[in-house]
């Protein structure tokens, strides 16, 4: 029998349950209702402890998956924000890709237009220089005209003169 005032130390598991039945037999067997309450109460007791051990379980098991849960959802928001990075990235890139390649059709257009103007000149010039050749020469085609037809006229005064020498005005 057991002393309440000193309490026993019960174990749990199938040991602590075939302990607290063998009282509660011997309880019954031998009148004792109050070993028998005792038995039943360390049947109740391990099979609380059991109870409390598959709660401590389980809420273990829910620890750990809302901690897998919380590691997934932290790697998602880290994977978003590395997907928004390079993003970010590949836009910065393609906008300098943009402007470089605009910077340098603005260039091959300026140095065009630079051509184009260089060969404009280079064609006025050109005209220039020929129509000065061509004025040049009617020129000294017109002098040798002149020369012709001065000469020309004093052939023609030196005729009239020796035909009428008196008509000398």
Do not use: F, Y
Request: glycine letters at 4%; charged letters at 40%.
């Amino acid at each position: 029998m057991t002393n309440p005032d000193n309490p026993e130390r019960t174990r749990g598991g199938l040991a602590g349950k075939l302990a607290g039945r063998a009282k509660q037999a011997a309880g019954a067997v031998l009148g004792d209702r109050e070993l028998a309450r005792e038995g039943r109460l360390q049947q109740a007791q391990v099979d609380a402890e059991a109870d409390a051990q598959r709660a401590a379980a389980r809420a273990e098991q829910a620890e750990s998956e809302a901690e897998l849960e919380a590691a997934r959802h932290e790697n998602e928001v880290e994977r978003e924000r590395l997907r928004n990075e390079l993003a970010a990235k590949e836009r910065d890139e393609a906008i300098e890709r943009d402007r470089r390649e605009a910077e340098q059709k603005a260039q091959a257009d300026a140095a065009r237009r630079e051509q184009q103007a260089a060969a404009e000149r280079r064609m006025k010039e050109a005209t220039a220089a020929h129509m000065e050749q061509a004025a040049a020469v009617e020129r000294a085609d017109a002098a040798k005209t002149a020369a012709t037809l001065r000469r020309q006229a004093e052939r023609a005064e030196a005729t009239a003169d020796a035909i009428d020498p008196e008509d000398r005005s």
